[in-house]
């Protein structure tokens, strides 16, 4: 099993910047891809980024040129940076952590963007 850990949430303005970090523990040797999820108030769960172990990355098309996924292998750990950042960028973030049979998620940490 693999627990994740996000932490780097809290309250932005619009504009500014945030820089999201998971931490994975436990069976880590056999993750393949990492992601960050997000889901706001009455919204379904979204992909906004993920990267694979060899560094390949894909973004949601509303965070592309503003958000960048990162990966410290030998830390076990994604990093989300997120720059110019918008009210519509509020959500609760969730780390997601892929392996060939199972996937699993962290509990999520808020983020919110006052206007």
């Known amino acids: 099993q693999v627990q994740l850990v996000e932490s780097g949430g809290g309250l932005v303005q619009a504009g500014g910047s945030l820089r999201l970090s998971c931490a994975a523990s436990?069976?880590?040797?056999?993750?393949?891809?990492m992601g960050w999820y997000r889901q706001a108030p009455g919204k379904q769960r979204e992909l906004v980024a993920g990267i694979t172990r060899g560094g390949s990355t894909n973004y949601a098309d509303s965070v592309k040129g503003r958000f960048t996924i990162s990966r410290d292998n030998a830390k076990n750990t994604v990093y989300l940076q997120m720059n110019s950042l918008k009210p519509e960028d509020t959500a609760v973030y969730y780390c997601k952590a892929d392996r060939r049979f199972r996937s699993d998620w962290g509990q999520g940490t808020l983020v919110t963007v006052s206007s």
């Open positions: 436990g069976s880590t040797f056999n993750i393949n891809t």
